[in-house]
């Protein structure tokens, strides 16, 4: 079975400042995890993935995330936020199996960013 | 090249009816899987379809069935509506054997 944690329903930034948004997995295989955004009334984006290779992965819009075996975690970050950062992230996990992929998702973390 | 669309975007329903939500994956891809998100909250697997066959199901009740069409589109019925099947359904599509899902912007279902 796999599950995801997300710390932090909600995170504030300012806009010009970090982003981090924590995500720890539980898989009992190697897993494929991957970063998504929900912008109002939208479904969701993919932001980045990890499959494997370089534990640190780069996606779109200035994100970024490391996977890190040994802590089980993912997390996701950005330098420097910016308004149109304002949404809601969602991690996930899956595993590439002849009986499906399903993605099992956190909660979500929403971004507020204030000017 | 149309990305993973779905219909109608808006639904209202009253209790006990039955829905059908429809479903055309990305261009190329062979897998379609369905997700439910309710207010606030990740979005649940419900099913995913393969060679027209359930392949994976999810926590979902037998009143949740779904089919999948020769040319790889699907549709998701919902019998014998509850209050609390209201949410977002989201579809999504992948090629099989490659790990990636490309999500389509979803129907919102009201059910009353």
């Known amino acids: 079975a796999q599950s995801v944690t997300q710390l932090g329903s909600h995170v504030s930034v300012s806009e010009g400042a970090l982003v981090l948004l924590r995500c720890n997995y539980s898989?009992?295989?190697?897993?494929?995890l991957f970063w998504y955004v929900q912008y109002p009334n939208q479904g969701l984006q993919l932001l980045l993935k990890?499959?494997?290779?370089?534990?640190l992965v780069k996606g779109i819009n200035g994100f970024e995330a490391e996977f890190k075996k040994s802590e089980t975690s993912f997390h996701l970050t950005k330098p420097s936020a910016h308004m149109s950062d304002a949404a809601e992230y969602f991690c996930a996990v899956s595993a590439l199996r002849a009986a499906g992929n399903k993605l099992t998702f956190g909660g979500g973390t929403r971004v507020l960013v204030k000017p | 090249d149309a990305g993973v669309t779905q219909s109608p975007t808006h639904l209202i329903k009253t209790r006990g009816q039955q829905v059908t939500l429809r479903c055309s994956p990305k261009?190329?891809?062979?897998?379609v899987s369905w997700y439910q998100q309710a207010l606030g909250q990740g979005p649940q697997f419900i099913f995913q379809y393969y060679e027209e066959e359930e392949r994976q199901r999810g926590n979902f009740p037998d009143r949740f069935s779904g089919h999948q069409f020769p040319n790889y589109s699907s549709e998701l019925n919902v019998n014998a509506l509850l209050l609390g099947d209201s949410a977002l359904y989201l579809c999504?599509?992948?090629?099989?054997?490659?790990?990636?899902?490309?999500f389509g912007a979803g129907t919102r279902l009201s059910v009353l």
């Open positions: 898989s009992s295989v190697p897993p494929y």
């Open positions: 999504a599509s992948s090629l099989n054997r490659v790990n990636i899902q490309y």
């Open positions: 990890y499959t494997t290779g370089a534990t």
């Open positions: 261009s190329g891809h062979d897998t």
